[in-house]
């Protein structure tokens, strides 16, 4: 599964370091191309001069080659990956990439990194047990990144403990591994809708909703690690996806979103509206400040948003899909079966703000899946990420 991969090789300073020649020598010989990246306390435990011979590439090491002024594109590296695999990574780099400390070519690259990155750490017993590092790996493993726990043994320091560098074999079988999985929704691609919108009163107030982009995201996400290229548009939020190769457009308004989404949705094969999108917005957004003492209490005259989901359902192709939300705290599967008519959705996702874990900003969420024919699938309560799961099952059903 690895050949014609093309892997950056992260070496940075520990002992463990003479394991990655091991890596590398596996990786080329399974026909990976692999560029070696190395931080500078990297070059302390194992020369440049061998990892270029086995790769077949000079090393990366720093941003430019001091003689003749040539600039490592951090951005094209991070772009040219399949993968990225650090081994070993130190507790300092784990934290520097846990925090984006961009001080070196390995971190930057990381930073810049649109693969899935693995992470094999490195370091003493006391070192790998220490809160901080345990809060960084957290911190790492909540990005998306694959960690390769450390093996217990005993360490250069002649302590015995956790903090072994996985065997270069081990690593190979981990990236093999995530190479052949299925990928169920290669080549389909998927516009998702996520987050409230803002609706601008006046420069400094807006109309909004309690969204947090969590459920949004999550089926993102999920869609993105089974193969599907996936374009968020966003409203304001303050989470990222986990999955590197999800794109985020961010817009503001519900009419933002309505121009993003008519234009995206012809290129899409399955869409998903998420997002909690203004009905209303203000009919004059005042163009200054509203001032409390200059005027009578204001009267905002509202104007209908345009149904971004019933504009795409009336445009639909034959081979395109569009599931929509329901956001319900009454009459719940009524009104669910009578949006998912009037916007000619394909499925709709009900839920209540009536169950307690359901719906805004938890990270929880009680779904029933009503499908185009009628049939409705009741869910308990589960993860957003085990019900965006369970979404992107009925959509591939569908
Ligand atoms: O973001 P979280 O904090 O994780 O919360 C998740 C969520 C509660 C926002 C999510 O699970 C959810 O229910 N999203 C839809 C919220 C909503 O606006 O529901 P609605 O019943 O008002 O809208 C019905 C459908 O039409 C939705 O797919 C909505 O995206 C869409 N819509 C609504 C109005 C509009 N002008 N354009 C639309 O596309």
Redesign the pocket.
Known sequence: MLSGKHIILGITGGIAAYKSVTLLRLLVKRGAEVQVVITPSGKEFITPVTLSALSGKPVICDFFTANTGEWHSHVDLGLWADAMVIAPATACTIAKMAHGVADNMLVTTYLSAKAPVFVAPAMDLDMMAHPSTTANISLLRSYGNHIIEPAAGELASHLIGKGRMEEPEEIVRVLDEFFSRPMPLAGKKMLI?????YERIDPVRFIG??????????IADAAAALGAEVTVVSGP?SIKPTQPSVKVIDVES?RE??AK?IELFPGSDIA????????YTPANPATTKIKREHSDIPVIELV?????????GAIKKPDQKV??????TDNEEQ??RE?LQR?H?DM????S?RDPK?????DT?K?TLIDCAGNATHFPVKS?QEVAMDIINAIMDL
């Open positions: 809708t996520a987050g409230p919108t909703n309690f969204s947090t982009g969590k459920m949004g995201y999550a939020v519900a979103m309505h989404c998903v509206m998420c997002a909690a999108v203004a009905d209908k948003n345009p149904d971004i989901a019933a504009a795409l599931v929509g939300f329901a956001l319900e009104n669910a949006k916007k959705l709709i996702v009900l839920n703000l359901a719906g805004f900003g938890t969420n779904v957003k």
